[in-house]
């Protein structure tokens, strides 16, 4: 089925700091990906939805200079938590769809951001 | 925009009874329903589906119904097992299409005691 894989899986870094987060699709290509938050025993909260070759579109509330969205190719996507604080530290995971396959929406394996 | 509301929130078992996990949304234009699996740490699974097409769909010991009507769906797990204890989510989506976001429910954290 269709794969999608997520780097890294874990992350510290210190507050201020960026951090960017990629989610690429292994075989198939995705024009759309979709980026989660997740904090602890919280449900999965969209921030954003990734569209290959144009401006992505942000969830009400999600500030867009602070998460930047770069999709740049078919299967390549990439978060970047820009001048990262401690509340910034979660669960990030992102998501597409094979519309070739008719499977479900498959998910990356997330990374777990902790901002020191 | 779509609401999905998702009950209980914990729900406890001893191996072998049947869990049921019920959700509702609120776009009628979604068509879409997955159940993902999530275990601590780890990248939610899909577990099973159903389009609005269709009012039911089992897989094993795992059932999916679906009421467009009321706009609820439910999960049923039988015969669980320990190794069934996760957090399940509930979706919805306006389309099967890849561009169309799901929106989750709250999540709900079924243990099932040996």
Redesign the interface.
């Known amino acids: 089925g269709a794969v999608v894989s997520q780097h890294p899986s874990r992350v510290i870094c210190k507050s201020g700091t960026s951090v960017k987060i990629e989610c690429r699709s292994l075989d198939f290509q ?3 990906m ?1 980026w989660y938050r997740q904090f602890p025993k ?5 921030m954003a ?1 990734s569209n290959e070759g144009s401006k992505a579109t942000y969830e009400q509330g999600v500030e867009k200079d602070k998460f930047l969205i770069n999709h740049a190719s078919l299967t390549l996507s990439t978060l970047t938590v820009t001048s990262a604080h401690p509340e910034d530290s979660s ?1 990030y ?1 992102c ?5 070739g396959t ?9 990374t ?1 951001l902790t901002v020191v | 925009g779509e609401n999905v509301e998702q009950h209980p929130s914990t729900l406890s078992v001893q191996e072998g009874d049947s869990a049921v996990i019920k959700c509702t949304y609120s776009d009628s234009a979604s068509n879409y329903f997955p159940w993902y699996k999530q275990e601590l740490g780890k990248r939610p699974q899909l577990i099973i589906d159903i389009r609005s097409n269709v009012g039911e769909k089992k897989d094993q010991r795992i059932a999916v119904t679906l009421n467009k009507t009321a706009k609820h769906f439910s999960l049923h797990i039988t015969e669980t097992q320990p190794e069934d204890s996760a957090v399940y989510f509930c979706a919805a989506s306006p389309s099967g299409g890849s561009n169309y976001k799901l929106t989750f429910g709250k999540g709900t954290l079924l243990t099932v005691n040996p």
């Open positions: 995705a024009t759309t979709f919280q449900s999965l909260m969209l939805t669960f995971i998501s597409a769809r094979d519309p008719g499977d479900g929406y498959t998910f990356g394996s997330g777990r």
